[in-house]
């Protein structure tokens, strides 16, 4: 099995930026997509970003200030979060996809605070 284990989380104020890292161990068969995603209290999870080789995609209330990255090598996902906004106050999932058609993995969740 595979585990992921989310760090970087803490409280920030408004306007402030924080890094996420998602370590991956464990039997890890490939690397075909990874991802970040989020549960605001009171809200559904929210997938945020996403990387599938060289291709990102965010959602619309992230675009322009968070930024996936991976390092293969080292088995990690980051997620840099910029301008923070105190709606990005959540539990944020890292998510690791081995092969196109496999089954997704996700992490405990880290929290992320933004509060002046």
């Known amino acids: 099995q595979v585990q992921l284990v989310e760090s970087g989380g803490g409280l920030v104020q408004p306007g402030g930026s924080l890094r996420l890292s998602c370590v991956a161990s464990g039997s890890i068969f490939g690397s075909y997509a990874a991802g970040w995603a989020r549960q605001a209290p009171g809200k559904q999870r929210e997938l945020v970003a996403t990387i599938t080789g060289g291709t990102t995609n965010y959602a619309d209330s992230v675009k322009g200030r968070f930024t996936i990255s991976r390092d293969n090598a080292k088995n990690t996902v980051y997620l840099q979060m910029n301008s923070l906004k105190p709606e990005d106050t959540a539990v944020y999932y890292c998510?690791?996809?081995?092969?196109?058609?496999?089954?997704?993995?996700w992490g405990k969740g880290t929290l992320v605070t933004v509060s002046a």
């Open positions: 998510k690791h996809r081995p092969s196109m058609y496999g089954m997704d993995y």
